[in-house]
T-cell receptor
Framework: GAVVSQHPSRVICKSGTSVKIECRSL??????MFWYRQFPKQSLMLMAT?????????EQGVEKDKFLINHASLTLSTLTVTSAHPEDSSFYIC?????????????FGSGTQLSVL | AQTVTQSQPEMSVQEAETVTLSCTYD???????LFWYKQPPSRQMILVIR??????QNATENRFSVNFQKAAKSFSLKISDSQLGDAAMYFC???????????FGSGTQLTVLP
């Protein structure tokens, strides 16, 4: 079946550095991918919608300059956390759907745990 | 804006017994999907069951079934014959028919007691 791959699964970085997280659709093309953030013991919150070939759409309260999203190909979206700070430490998950599939066919990546020291 | 409410932060059930997790939602749309996802300690999101709003029949998947009350905007999950492997965080989620992003509830941590 369709699979969404997310890397890295875990990253630890120093405050002030940037971290890139990749989300790949392995056997289908995804014109749209979604990025969620999950704080400990909390729910998943949609951060942004990644659109292939165009600008990402950010949810209210999410800083565009802090969370850079690039969707340069039909199988890859990247989320870059720029100048990371400890409050950016969180679990980040992406999701994607094959464009020809029924709308309820959502696939999630395995997530990335970001820890900023 | 759509909202999803799970009023039970924690639930526990005895192994082999039945448990029901509650979920209510709010939307003005007529075309949408509802989901229950399971998130074990690995944090991988696992689809448990889904329901199309236009279908009156409640969805079932083996030991998992839902009670979908569209007028009341209620979508509860029933787990029958609970197993130790069912222990996890369960999220109720709403997906509009026009798009593919989801709105999640706050989650219910399910403990299965041996």
């Amino acid at each position: 079946g369709a699979v969404v791959s997310q890397h890295p699964s875990r990253v630890i970085c120093k405050s002030g550095t940037s971290v890139k997280i990749e989300c790949r659709s392995l056997d289908f093309q995804a014109t749209t991918m979604f990025w969620y953030r999950q704080f400990p013991k909390q729910s998943l919150m949609l951060m942004a919608t990644s659109n292939e070939g165009s600008k990402a759409t950010y949810e209210q309260g999410v800083e565009k300059d802090k969370f850079l999203i690039n969707h340069a190909s039909l199988t890859l979206s990247t989320l870059t956390v720029t100048s990371a700070h400890p409050e950016d430490s969180s679990f980040y998950i992406c999701s994607a759907t094959p464009p020809t599939a029924r709308r309820e066919k959502l696939f999630f990546g395995s997530g990335t745990q970001l820890s900023v020291l | 804006a759509q909202t999803v409410t799970q009023s039970q932060p924690e639930m526990s059930v005895q192994e082999a017994e039945t448990v029901t997790l509650s979920c209510t939602y709010d939307t003005s749309e007529s075309d949408y999907y509802l989901f229950w996802y399971k998130q074990p300690p690995s944090r991988q999101m696992i689809l448990v069951i889904r329901q199309e709003a236009y279908k009156q029949q409640n969805a079932t998947e083996n030991r998992f079934s839902v009670n979908f009350q569209k007028a009341a905007k209620s979508f509860s999950l029933k787990i029958s014959d609970s197993q130790l492997g069912d222990a996890a965080m369960y999220f109720c989620a709403y997906g509009p028919g026009s798009a593919r992003q989801l709105t999640f509830g706050s989650g219910t941590q399910l403990t299965v007691l041996p």
